[in-house]
C-alpha cells in the first residue's frame, strides 16, 4: 500500500518513549498524523478526531494496538521526537521522489511559525525555519529550525543556511538565496558542493553591494560596457510590470578589497510597476553569480524562479494549511508538525489528476479514501 512505501522512509526514526510505556506504534502515529494533515487537520485535537472517525479504515493497514491515540499522545510524542532524526528520514524520502540532476533552481528561504510560542508577551520562542525548495516539481526538498536568537524569532538564519546545505545534494543545481544568505562562506560552499549560487546583494554587504550597483549603474547609463538584456511584461487587473534584466561577466572591473568566493557574473533586475493614475514606481535590485555568462534570460528566471517559494510553498502553508494560526508549540511538537505540513503539501501538489486547487484536494482526499491513497502514492 501507498503508505506503506512512504513509511518506509521512517522505519528507523528513533523513538524517544520507553518501549515499557509505548502503547501505540510510532509509524501509526506518523501515517495518521499525514493523513490528517492532508485532509485539513490543523492541531493534535484535529488529527486524533480525524484518526477516530477513520479507525476502521486505519484498521485495515496499521497495527493499531490499543486503538486511536490520544491528542495528548499524539502532542506529547511529537514534542518528543528529534527534528534532526526526523528531518533525516524527510530528506531520504524527498530524494527518493526527486529525480532532479543538474539544471534545477534550488530556492532556499526562512519562515517563522507566528503562534509557536508560549506568551504572547514572549514572542523569542517562536520557530523559524528554513526550507529548500524546488519550484519545477514543487518539491520541499528539507528544512532546518534557526536557533533562537533573543528578541528576534529567526534566530540566526545564517547558520540554519549552512546546516541545510549540509544535507542537501545540490551537485549540478543552482542555490538561490535572499539576502541573508549573501555569505562568503556560504557561497564558498554552494560551489565546493558541486552546485552554483545566485545571491542577492544588499546592504548587509555593503561594500559588495556598492561596488555592484556603481559598476552596473554606469554600465546601463552609458553603454560603454557589452551588458546581456532581457525584458519582460505582465498585466493584470489594471497594473502593468515590466522587468529589465541586465547581466556581465566581466567581474574583474569590479575592483573588490578582497575577492568574492567563485564570482563569476553579477545582474540588474529593475522593476517598472504602473499602477495607473500616474502611480509609477521604480526599483532596482542587484546580484552576483557562480554562473559564468549565463545570459539575461537565464538571469530573469532565476531570479523570478527564487519567488516560487514564496508562492507555491509559504503561501499555501499559510492560506491552505492555516500554518501561522497555529499554537502547537511544546517541545519539538511544531517544528515537527510542521515537516508533517510540507510533506502533505508535496504530496498534494504531486498529485494531478484531479483539476483542483490544494483546498479542492485536502476536502476530496478526507471524503475519498482511495483518492487519499492517490496522493499519498503521488
Known amino acids: 500500500m501507498a503508505i506503506d512505501l512512504l513509511m518506509d522512509h521512517f522505519a528507523d526514526l528513533p523513538d524517544p518513549r520507553e518501549a515499557s510505556g509505548r502503547r501505540h506504534v510510532l509509524t501509526d502515529l506518523l501515517a495518521i498524523a499525514l493523513s490528517a494533515a492532508i485532509c485539513g487537520a490543523e492541531g493534535w485535537t484535529h488529527v486524533a478526531e480525524f484518526g477516530r472517525s477513520k479507525r476502521d479504515w486505519f484498521k485495515t493497514f496499521l497495527s493499531l494496538p490499543h486503538g486511536i491515540p490520544s491528542h495528548d499522545t499524539f502532542g506529547r510524542v511529537f514534542a518528543l521526537l528529534d527534528p534532526a532524526a526526523m528531518e533525516q528520514c524527510f530528506m531520504r524520502w524527498t530524494q527518493a521522489l526527486s529525480e532532479q540532476s543538474g539544471n534545477v533552481l534550488i530556492n532556499l528561504d526562512g519562515k517563522s511559525l507566528r503562534k509557536s510560542f508560549a506568551h504572547a508577551w514572549d514572542p523569542s520562542g517562536m520557530v523559524h525555519l528554513v526550507s529548500a525548495f524546488v519550484g519545477v516539481?514543487?518539491?520541499?526538498?528539507?528544512?532546518?529550525?534557526?536557533?533562537p536568537g533573543g528578541d528576534e524569532p529567526r534566530g540566526n538564519e545564517i547558520t540554519a543556511i549552512d546546516k541545510l546545505l549540509d544535507l542537501l545534494d545540490i551537485s549540478g543545481a543552482t542555490v538561490s538565496i535572499d539576502a541573508i544568505g549573501c555569505q562568503r562562506d556560504i557561497a564558498r560552499k554552494i560551489v565546493d558542493k558541486g552546485g552554483h549560487y545566485v545571491l542577492c546583494v544588499k546592504d548587509n554587504q555593503p561594500t559588495l553591494h556598492e561596488t555592484v550597483k556603481r559598476l552596473l549603474d554606469e554600465a546601463?547609463?552609458?553603454?560603454?560596457m557589452p551588458l546581456g538584456r532581457f525584458e519582460q511584461t505582465d498585466g493584470d487587473h489594471g497594473r502593468i510590470e515590466i522587468r529589465r534584466v541586465w547581466c556581465t561577466s566581466e567581474v574583474e572591473h569590479l575592483k573588490l578589497p578582497e575577492p568574492w568566493p567563485y564570482l563569476r557574473s553579477i545582474a540588474c533586475v529593475e522593476r517598472v510597476r504602473d499602477l495607473g493614475g500616474n502611480q509609477v514606481s521604480t526599483e532596482r535590485h542587484y546580484y552576483i553569480a557562480s554562473l559564468l555568462d549565463?545570459?539575461?534570460?537565464?538571469?530573469?528566471?532565476?531570479?523570478r524562479g527564487h519567488w516560487s517559494i514564496e508562492n507555491q510553498l509559504h503561501w499555501h502553508l499559510d492560506v491552505s494549511f492555516g500554518e501561522d494560526d497555529c499554537r502547537v508549540r511544546s517541545g519539538h511538537a511544531a517544528e515537527n508538525l510542521s515537516r508533517i505540513r510540507r510533506i502533505a503539501l508535496n504530496q498534494l501538489q504531486r498529485e494531478t489528476t484531479l483539476k483542483g486547487g490544494i483546498k479542492t484536494k485536502r476536502l476530496k482526499a478526507g471524503w475519498d479514501h482511495?483518492?487519499?491513497?492517490?496522493?499519498?502514492s503521488a
Open 220 to 224: 546601463i547609463a552609458d553603454g560603454q
Open 370 to 376: 482511495s483518492y487519499l491513497l492517490k496522493v499519498l
Open 294 to 303: 549565463p545570459g539575461a534570460q537565464a538571469f530573469a528566471e532565476a531570479i
Open 137 to 147: 516539481n514543487r518539491l520541499v526538498l528539507g528544512q532546518v529550525a534557526t536557533d
